[in-house]
T-cell receptor, first 115, second 111 residues
Framework: DAGITQSPRHKVTETGTPVTLRCHQTENHRYMYWYRQDPGHGLRLIHYSYGVKDTDKGEVSDGYSVSRSKTEDFLLTLESATSSQTSVYFC??????????????FGPGTRLLVL | RKEVEQDPGPFNVPEGATVAFNCTYSNSASQSFFWYRQDCRKEPKLLMSVYSSGNEDGRFTAQLNRASQYISLLIRDSKLSDSATYLCVVNRGRYGNKLVFGAGTILRVKS
């Protein structure tokens, strides 16, 4: 258990409203990631962070912004939610493997429905 | 064409059966490879890494063919608890920053 929590776990919102999702980790991991998962698609990277105040875009960053003001929290904001942003959102941290490089460990996810 | 492709299934198999999943990837510069398991409405969890020489973990065997850019997962003696979606994951970079996920293969094991 890499100590990742996400909040809220479920959210229903209306088109045009701002939404912020929170990812919290307790083990001082430097790298954190936000993904979305939709049927028929693999997980797709939205944004990631490589340190406090250091973030970069992933492949599906349009309509999303992120912030990381302290190591333990990585926030994902939908400035004006659209129905196409209905999805399951996963936060992840980078996980070092002794034998084969690095991969990622995921939080429990947030289910977002935009009406 | 997707960078990582998997047969979506579902694969419906009886308990005790052997089942194999395949995955192809298009980026020859990919560095490392993994299988993740995802239960319904849960997060993906690392099942196993995939070594070039092939590797086994109990009933699970993973193989990698770099020349053909092909990864496989074999599950022997299937259990009901193996029912899940299996995600093929490729790391394009040296570090864990450039993971590319397949859409997953659904396995249903029935009694």
């Amino acid at each position: 258990d890499a100590g990742i929590t996400q909040s809220p776990r479920h959210k229903v919102t209306e088109t045009g409203t701002p939404v912020t999702l929170r990812c919290h980790q307790t083990e001082n991991h430097r790298y954190m990631y936000w993904y979305r998962q939709d049927p028929g698609h693999g997980l797709r990277l939205i944004h990631y962070s490589y340190g406090v105040k250091d973030t970069d875009k992933g492949e599906v960053s349009d309509g999303y912004s992120v912030s990381r003001s302290k190591t333990e929290d990585f926030l994902l904001t939908l400035e004006s939610a659209t129905s196409s942003q209905t999805s399951v959102y996963f936060c992840a941290i980078r996980l070092g493997l002794a034998d084969l490089g690095e991969t990622q460990y995921f939080g429990p996810g947030t289910r977002l429905l935009v009406l | 064409r997707k960078e990582v492709e998997q047969d979506p299934g579902p694969f419906n198999v009886p308990e005790g059966a052997t089942v194999a999943f395949n995955c192809t990837y298009s980026n020859s510069a990919s560095q490392s490879f993994f299988w993740y398991r995802q239960d319904c409405r849960k997060e993906p969890k690392l099942l196993m890494s995939v070594y070039s020489s092939g590797n086994e973990d109990g009933r699970f065997t993973a193989q990698l063919n770099r020349a053909s850019q092909y990864i496989s997962l074999l599950i022997r003696d299937s259990k009901l608890s193996d029912s899940a979606t299996y995600l093929c994951v490729v790391n394009r970079g040296r570090y864990g920053n450039k993971l590319v996920f397949g859409a997953g293969t659904i396995l249903r094991v029935k009694s």
